[in-house]
């Protein structure tokens, strides 16, 4: 799942997901008012995460309220470290904008050892 507002960041997230045979893009959110009509339909494994998404009408959603079994990557400008709102439960990684396929592969090598048992 990604959870980005930028159409140039989603489509290069887009095509970045695409070229790895074992992910599949199940939904993307734009604003925070579309993030659980995606979870309820699925359960992602992996949900990639921009912080800084237009809430409109999200009915009191908030990233905290992200499944606790799913593994988050940040991929966002704002650093982890500095954001002030609700975190998700699951295990958080860190994917800082701007992203290269390189770094993608290494973060998304890293989900997927442990998703693994590796």
């Known amino acids: 799942m ?3 507002d930028e159409a140039l960041a989603i489509e290069m997230m887009r095509d970045y997901i695409d070229r790895r ?7 993307i959110a734009s604003q925070m008012s579309e993030i659980q009509d995606i979870l309820d339909q699925f359960t992602p494994s992996i949900i990639f995460l ?6 409109c009408e999200s009915d ?10 799913a ?8 650093p982890l470290a500095h954001f ?3 975190l998700p439960k699951g295990d ?11 770094s ?5 090598n890293q989900v997927l050892d442990k998703l693994s048992g590796r």
């Open 50 to 55: 921009d912080f800084t998404v237009p809430p």
């Open 92 to 102: 958080i990684y860190e994917l800082p904008k701007p992203i290269s396929f390189d």
């Open 71 to 78: 593994n988050i990557i940040v991929v966002s400008a704002i």
């Open 21 to 27: 045979d074992e992910l599949v893009l199940i939904g």
């Open 84 to 86: 002030k709102g609700n």
């Open 2 to 4: 990604l959870v980005e």
């Open 60 to 69: 009191g959603f908030h990233f905290g309220m992200l499944p606790p079994d």
């Open 104 to 108: 993608f592969n290494r973060c998304v």
